[in-house]
């Protein structure tokens, strides 16, 4: 399809472990975003990536957390060390320069 | 101070009724876009409906239309002739500024529960 990808879709990890989840944005898009949902909340800011600008990183919670983006296109981000409420649902979105933003399907995150 | 608010976190409506979400916001830049996104059980964020400070028209999208009054900071989503599958969380949402330049700051939700 066209949309936003994510994987994995469920990812079950054991505390202190490091989890990379990747997002593929729509084909074309320059901008790229990571939000976080924790159990009926709001979603949350974490870190944007814009064409080949430096990303806003002001929204990651702490140094375990950092994100890139390769080639303008597939974004990873990696949460070092987990800890349990880093549990949550990890979301990705991309939008074109003056559009909306556009979600993929997430990716639920559980530490244990 | 919140940026958005949401102040009912549940509502319900009769199927083919029309029902009004609440949310108002709370900026000092000019430029901002306000947007509404359902999301239903599964997870996905589905982006309904967007409108700009600038924009002189109440945005619509088929049964979605936004009721935005710029002086009392609201934006409310209004859907007509609901639906059993409009059951949903629906999250209002800002971008502060022009373009896609900044990230979005989310309300808390409202719950949205259509009854047969």
């Known amino acids: 399809g066209a949309g936003v990808s994510q994987s994995p879709s469920n990812k079950v990890t054991e505390k202190g472990k490091d989890v990379e989840l990747r997002c593929d944005p729509i084909s074309g898009h320059t901008a790229l975003y990571w939000y976080r949902q924790s159990l009926g909340q709001g979603l949350e800011f974490l870190i944007y990536?814009?064409?080949?600008?430096?990303?806003?990183k002001s929204g990651l919670p702490s140094d375990r957390f950092s994100a890139e983006r390769t080639g303008g296109s597939v974004s990873t981000l990696t949460i070092q060390r987990t800890q349990q409420e880093d549990s949550a649902v990890y979301l990705c979105?991309?939008?074109?320069?003056?559009?909306?933003?556009?979600f993929g399907p997430g990716t639920r995150l559980l530490v244990l | 101070a919140q940026k958005i608010t949401q102040t009912q976190p549940g509502m319900f409506v009769q199927e083919k009724e029309a029902v009004t979400l609440d949310c108002t916001y709370d900026?000092?830049?000019?430029?901002?876009?306000l947007f509404w996104y359902k999301q239903p059980s599964s997870g996905e964020m589905i982006f309904l409906i967007y409108q700009g400070s600038y924009d002189q028209q109440n945005a619509t999208e088929g049964r979605y239309s936004l009721n935005f009054q710029k002086a009392r900071k609201s934006a409310n989503l209004v859907i007509s002739a609901s639906q059993l599958g409009d059951s949903a969380m629906y999250f209002c949402?800002?971008?502060?500024?022009?373009?896609?330049?900044?990230?979005?700051?989310f309300g808390e939700g409202t719950q949205l529960t259509v009854n047969p």
């Open positions: 979105a991309s939008s074109s320069f003056t559009g909306s933003q556009y």
């Open positions: 949402a800002m971008r502060e500024g022009q373009g896609s330049g900044s990230r979005l700051t």
């Open positions: 900026t000092s830049d000019p430029s901002y876009g």
């Open positions: 990536f814009q064409g080949n600008s430096a990303p806003d």
